[in-house]
């Protein structure tokens, strides 16, 4: 399945669900996370975001939404799908749409984001979201050629403050200046609420991803607040 301008239109103003376990955790497992992807496509979700090969595939054959695919490579600075090697390779595992770091952060292979977006659109049939952390990422995603843009690091990279919830401001902003990509809000959205919100301040869609699908966290906002 290739993803078709309308299919990517079919998003506009949904949920997109990350399902995403740590390594070390209970949950991390390729089949466990394609089963929780299932499950939120029961809910309601009408794509999936997963990171790693294998849960890339799992989720593939477990649901008939949208994938968005991305390997974690390390711990710091860009190691969200950092190379265009890994992004090839999260492709090649079938990701419809291929998450990378997105930030003007200098890459570890060299290459600028410009080359690796081309790179991906030369070498496979998938569309490219750039993972931003500010305003000026996304304005160089897009002049990049990302097909989609998000707020996935902001408050991670240095540029902008870890704020509580999502970064509306940073959404407002983005979506003001009409680059005419999908911009998608992600990050630290953990209620309806914020979702609404996300979406009220001119997100195409958004992103939600330990508020459903990390029981660790949330167990500990309930243990915490009992206390």
């Known amino acids: 399945m290739i993803l078709t301008p309308e299919d990517l239109e079919a998003l506009r103003g949904h949920l997109i669900v990350s399902c995403q376990a740590y390594p070390g955790e209970p949950m991390r497992d390729p089949r466990t996370m394609a089963q929780i992807a299932a499950a939120a496509v029961t809910g309601g979700a009408a794509a999936i975001r997963v990171q790693g090969l294998a849960d890339v595939q799992f989720t593939r054959s477990a649901v ?9 490579d390390g711990h710091d600075g860009v190691f969200i799908t950092p190379t265009l090697r890994h992004a090839l390779a999260v492709a090649n595992a079938g990701a419809h749409v291929v998450a990378i770091d997105g930030t003007r952060r200098q890459r570890p292979d060299g290459l600028t984001l410009a080359q690796t977006v081309a790179g991906i659109h030369a070498e496979s049939h998938a569309l490219v979201m750039a993972d931003c952390g500010s305003f000026d990422d996304a304005a160089a995603a897009v002049e990049a050629g990302a097909d989609l843009i998000g707020t996935t690091l902001s408050g991670y990279t240095g540029e902008r403050p870890k704020t509580d919830g999502p970064d509306l401001e ?4 983005i979506a003001a200046a009409g680059f005419g990509v999908p911009l998608i809000a992600e990050g630290r959205l953990h209620t309806p609420a914020q979702a609404r919100q996300s979406l009220d301040a001119g997100a195409f869609a958004v992103v939600v991803g330990t508020a459903i699908t990390h029981p660790a966290t949330i167990t500990g906002w309930f243990a915490e607040a009992l206390k």
């Open 170 to 173: 940073l959404v407002e902003q």
């Open 64 to 72: 008939e939404v949208p994938v968005i695919g991305l390997w974690k």
